[in-house]
């Protein structure tokens, strides 16, 4: 835990300071997954305390509990009368091929078209299984990729040490900061209860990693704006990561949402997004437009697998890079397991999610961009140690305590936050709420 710990204070400049951890257990994984939650969840909180150290000259103590970490890294929400949707699309998964395995993520139907139009229509998991058998993985990772899709064979951790993608990984820091060359920095107008207030968040991020960071920025006191494309939807998620926030939806493809868009992009202070290393840039919100349009803004991005190497623009998600980097491979062999077996949660996105935003607000006072990536935390998690086959798990949370929310689909129970800062609560003012359920503005 320390070493994990003193590596992610490093990686963000902050200073090395012991954090408590309370409580025990741990998720059973082959990879430290609970020490990372309370680590990443940790450095989030001293980000805050030095922030309020900076502003006010008082440093508040921390504290983080490692069972709610574990839990909050699975999901924070206890729908009461009502299910949240399934997280995975019907032929979303692994899948054995003629040498190995591979995993199809499907969960947006343009990503399922995709795979389906290398493979053909498949009404189900059997008739999936049946025509990927077909393949070998090598083969079927790029056919897939190359139609737009997202797929991820299986690697060991050794192989993708010789993978082009896992050199230039290696090579990358954990977090890329980059100065702005605008001295056009925001006065601070928090308080000790609520360190954020005042600070304009525009999320363009979608499913878990961003959304995280999102999350905390707005427990924080933070006015979260996230802009959604029109036909966009996760329902699996959607209940757990638009806790504070207002969600709204734009069209960057038309001409009157482009204006609306760069009007709010001028008036924020944090710009969240997660699009692929050039997406924005084919939108004509490169770089640098964004900084001509907002002097002094903080950019903090991430992507799946890197921001260099013959990867860096590749579509990814948590379960892909787990696949591509050696972890479902490992967990196979630790659990003496027959299929891939990966992280019991997905520890890189949400790890990556509280990174990004302790980036965000250590940069506040001062502008400037941060670069994160999910294989980039795959890379951290591996290096630092095995885990446990503790019996501890994400359901196991009667004890933890529970608070009530009213969400547009019912009422539910949110569990406590597993970061305590003294004097600093972090809790939410709006409850979760559908995408686009907002209007495009700013309070």
């Not at 008036?267 to 084919?282: C, F, S």
Request: glycine residues 8%; hydrophobic residues 45%.
């Amino acid at each position: 835990m320390t070493d994990l710990l003193t590596s992610i204070q490093a990686a963000l400049g902050l200073p090395y300071t012991p954090i408590p951890f309370t409580s025990s257990g741990a998720l059973p994984s082959a990879f430290a997954v609970t020490d990372l939650a309370c680590a990443s969840i940790a450095t989030a909180g001293q980000a805050v305390s030095q922030l309020l150290h900076r502003q006010t000259g008082r440093l508040p103590s921390l504290e983080v509990d490692r069972r709610l970490a574990s839990f909050w890294f699975a999901t924070s929400i206890r729908p009461v009368g009502w299910s949240v949707p399934p997280l995975w699309d019907p032929v979303a998964g692994d899948y054995a091929t003629k040498d190995g395995w591979i995993r199809l993520h499907t969960n947006a139907p343009h990503h399922r078209a995709a795979a389906e139009s290398v493979l053909g229509a498949c009404a189900d998991r059997a008739a999936m299984a049946s025509q990927v058998a077909k393949w070998a993985k090598t083969d079927l990772e790029l056919a897939v990729v190359e139609a737009g899709g997202c797929a991820a064979e299986m690697r060991s951790w050794a192989q993708w040490q010789t993978h082009p993608q896992g050199i230039a990984v290696n090579a990358e820091p954990l977090i890329h900061f980059a100065a702005n060359a605008s001295q056009n920095t925001k006065a601070w107008q928090g308080s000790v209860a609520r360190p954020l207030a005042g600070i304009k968040v525009l999320d363009l991020t979608r499913v878990l990693a961003g959304p995280t960071a999102s999350r905390f920025l707005a427990g924080l006191g933070a006015d979260v704006l996230r802009i959604d494309p029109p036909t966009w939807n996760e329902p699996g998620v959607v209940p757990e990561v638009t806790l504070g926030k207002r969600c709204a939806r734009l069209d960057l493809h038309d001409k009157t949402d482009r204006a609306v868009f760069e009007s709010l992009l001028k008036d924020a202070d944090i710009l969240l997004h997660g699009y692929r290393a050039d997406a924005l840039e084919r939108l004509g919100y490169g770089v640098t437009e964004r900084q001509a349009l907002a002097p002094g803004l903080i950019d903090v991005c991430l992507n799946a697998y890197g921001w260099s190497g013959p990867w860096q623009n590749r579509r990814g998600f948590d379960s892909l890079v787990q696949m591509s980097s050696g972890i479902a491979e490992a967990g196979q062999q630790w659990k003496k397991a027959d299929k891939p077996t990966p992280l019991p949660v997905q520890a890189l996105d949400h790890a990556t999610g509280y990174l990004m935003a302790a980036a965000a607000i250590t940069l506040l006072g001062s502008g400037g961009s941060a670069r994160l990536s999910l294989a980039r935390t795959a890379k951290l998690l591996i290096e630092h140690g095995a885990g446990t086959d503790e019996a501890l798990r994400a359901e196991d949370d009667s004890d933890q305590g529970l608070l009530i929310e009213q969400t547009p689909w019912g009422p539910a129970h949110r569990l406590h936050v597993p970061l305590k800062i003294t004097g600093t609560p972090v809790q939410w003012t709006l409850p979760a709420a559908e995408l686009g359920s907002h209007r495009a503005q700013w309070w």
